[in-house]
């Protein structure tokens, strides 16, 4: 059984632990108090910073502007041939954090998982998670890697790159995330006398309720393409705005 390290325990870090628990002989390192209540509540042992590092294969699952520091913090660890992930909601920079720390005889992929511990209560079945090799990854071990994901936990798992993602991210999770926060802001809302689409809108609002500050606002600063897809929405919003208060296109 192939070895896992996971680097960080906070509310993705637990979902991947547990879900790769069965297929892999994991070591895991957070050194949170929360880490530490979560392990021990799983029956999940704590282990260094070194030998998490030291795994065939190391996760990071750490919030964006850690990816850079972690991955200085365990260049000198990492072993020859190990392949280092990142499950960050932007590729972009954490590709060229984790291609500048870590030694080159270490393989990356970048993946972002997108769903969260909300989205997955159901199970993984069917959810999406992109795959972006960064160094070292030829398209065997890509392969590998999909299969894996299909195969043992039914994710719909796809190849990309990180500028594509990100891209699409900018639009999909940016706007995705700034309505909800702006509704959010809105409550109290109806609950009785509703439409579907007012049904659907609410509920996409509950999957991202529950994510941290810290993953909005990476998502909305630290993807270069975010702020153009942001002023876009809000200069088409500004003109819909003024366009129904001086009544055009009014019978």
Same mark, same amino acid.
């Given at each position: 059984?192939?070895?896992?390290?996971?680097?960080?325990?906070?509310?993705?870090?637990?979902?991947?632990?547990?879900?790769?628990?069965?297929?892999?002989?994991?070591?895991?390192?957070?050194?949170?108090?929360?880490?530490?209540?979560?392990?021990?509540?799983?029956?999940?042992?704590?282990?260094?910073?070194?030998?998490?590092?030291?795994?065939?294969?190391?996760?990071?699952?750490?919030?964006?502007?850690?990816?850079?520091?972690?991955?200085?913090?365990?260049?000198?660890?990492?072993?020859?041939?190990?392949?280092?992930?990142?499950?960050?909601?932007?590729?972009?920079?954490?590709?060229? /954090? #984790?291609?500048?720390?870590?030694? $080159?005889?270490?393989?990356?992929?970048?993946?972002?998982?997108?769903?969260? @511990?909300? *989205? !997955?209560?159901?199970?993984?079945?069917?959810?999406?998670?992109?795959?972006?090799?960064?160094?070292?990854?030829?398209?065997?071990?890509?392969?590998?890697?999909?299969?894996?994901?299909?195969?043992?936990?039914?994710?719909?798992?796809?190849?990309?790159?990180?500028?594509?993602?990100?891209?699409?991210?900018?639009?999909?999770?940016?706007?995705?995330?700034?309505?909800?926060?702006?509704?959010?802001?809105?409550?109290?809302?109806?609950?009785?006398?509703?439409?579907?689409?007012?049904?659907?809108?609410?509920? /996409? #609002?509950?999957?991202?309720?529950? $994510?941290?500050?810290?993953?909005?606002?990476?998502?909305?600063?630290?993807? @270069?393409? *975010? !702020?153009?897809?942001?002023?876009?929405?809000?200069?088409?919003?500004?003109?819909?705005?003024?366009?129904?208060?001086?009544?055009?296109?009014?019978?």
């Amino acid at each position: 059984m192939q070895s896992m390290g996971v680097i960080g325990l906070g509310a993705f870090g637990q979902l991947l632990a547990q879900h790769m628990r069965p297929y892999f002989e994991l070591k895991v390192h957070d050194p949170s108090d929360q880490a530490k209540a979560f392990a021990q509540a799983n029956d999940i042992a704590l282990t260094s910073l070194a030998d998490c590092a030291s795994a065939q294969i190391v996760v990071l699952a750490v919030p964006v502007l850690q990816i850079g520091p972690v991955a200085h913090a365990i260049a000198s660890f990492v072993r020859p041939g190990a392949t280092v992930f990142d499950v960050a909601s932007v590729k972009v920079g954490p590709a060229q /954090a #984790m291609k500048a720390a870590l030694p $080159d005889h270490v393989r990356i992929i970048g993946t972002h998982p997108l769903f969260g @511990p909300q *989205s !997955a209560l159901g199970g993984l079945d069917g959810l999406k998670i992109a795959i972006c090799p960064v160094r070292g990854a030829g398209s065997k071990r890509v392969a590998q890697v999909i299969a894996f994901l299909r195969g043992a936990l039914q994710l719909d798992a796809f190849e990309s790159n990180p500028v594509s993602h990100d891209k699409d991210m900018a639009m999909v999770q940016g706007l995705t995330h700034l309505i909800a926060k702006v509704l959010d802001q809105m409550e109290p809302l109806p609950r009785r006398q509703t439409t579907l689409s007012f049904d659907y809108l609410v509920n /996409a #609002m509950q999957l991202v309720r529950g $994510d941290s500050d810290e993953l909005f606002r990476a998502i909305e600063r630290e993807n @270069p393409y *975010s !702020a153009d897809v942001r002023s876009r929405f809000f200069r088409l919003i500004d003109e819909l705005r003024v366009s129904l208060e001086n009544g055009e296109g009014s019978a």
